[in-house]
């Protein structure tokens, strides 16, 4: 009784040490008898005892490796040192165990050597400047080459470049003299815009002066113009006046009858109003001198002038 006991225990804990739960974003590598049988995912599973091993288990979420810098060498010949950092994800866990012995030391090892192939090619302002350039052309390169050992490259990054300290004191002092030339270059451009916005100002102020005097000129011109208007039309309304009193007083002559006699007195106070008092003779019409009554008062008229 007691063996069989212990038989049962046996077989429940050799159960339950063959029963295996593979975790989210894991694989299991399960070998039989040393030859690779299949690839576990997500979930229960079961091996058989004595026969079924677990080769590998594969972390399939995406992992990094930081390497430590690295000497390499430009086209131009400047030796710098360059480190980079890896993004990968286990895409075949079968290729993965199987494929390489040292992954991690492979990547490593690729990665130094693709990273002096790629900065061979370029200059040093091309290595400074082209940053998304190199990490393109690395990335395809090793993901090319990890494609058999079941690795997918996901990123490559450069952290740092750092040239040889003289290098960085030259680039120090040409960056220093390019912001210094364009310091000068901007200084420059705002007093030529100044000199230019106050020479447009002036020659505004004057086109607005002249505009100024041409309107006056023209203002006065036609106050003047207005102003003589004005004045003939006070003489016209006065010699028209003038003329309608005379003619007035004619027409009232005519309709009170008057004879021919006192026509002839209005023509000869007409007379004397034309001498205005300075004439010392005056011409009497040959129709008026056969009057006889009025010569004596010609005679005076003659004689107070």
Known sequence: MPVIICIIILILVLIAANIKVVPQAHAYVLEELGAFKTVWGVGLHVKIPFID??????????????FPPQPVITQD???????????????????????????????????????????????????????DEINAKMQDALDIATDPWGI?????ELKNINPPEQIRDAMEKQMKAEREKR????????????AITVAEGEKQSKILQAEADKQATILHAEAEKEKKIREAEGQAQAIKAVKNAEAEGIRMLKDA????????????????????????????????QGIAGLASSIKEVVNTK
Do not use: H
């Not at 890896?86 to 030391?105: E, L, R």
């Not at 997918?152 to 490559?156: G, Q, W």
């Not at 021919?260 to 129709?287: C, H, M, R, Y």
């Open 77 to 131: 010949n400047v030796t710098m040192q360059i480190d980079s950092i890896v993004f990968f994800k286990i895409s075949d866990p079968q290729a993965y165990a199987y494929g390489v012995k040292n992954p991690i030391g492979a990547i490593e090892n690729l990665t130094a050597t693709t990273l002096r192939n790629v900065i061979g090619s370029l200059t040093l302002d091309e290595t400074l400047t082209s940053r």
């Open 257 to 288: 009858g008057a004879d021919e006699s006192v026509l002839t007195l209005k023509s000869l106070e007409a007379f004397e109003k034309a001498a205005d008092g300075q004439a010392t003779k005056i011409i009497v019409p040959s129709n008026l």
């Open 53 to 66: 091993t677990i080769a590998r288990k594969v972390d399939l979420k995406e992992q990094y490796c930081d």
């Open 152 to 156: 997918k490259i996901t990123r490559v």
């Open 183 to 194: 310091e000068k270059i901007l200084f420059a451009e705002g007093e030529k815009q100044s």
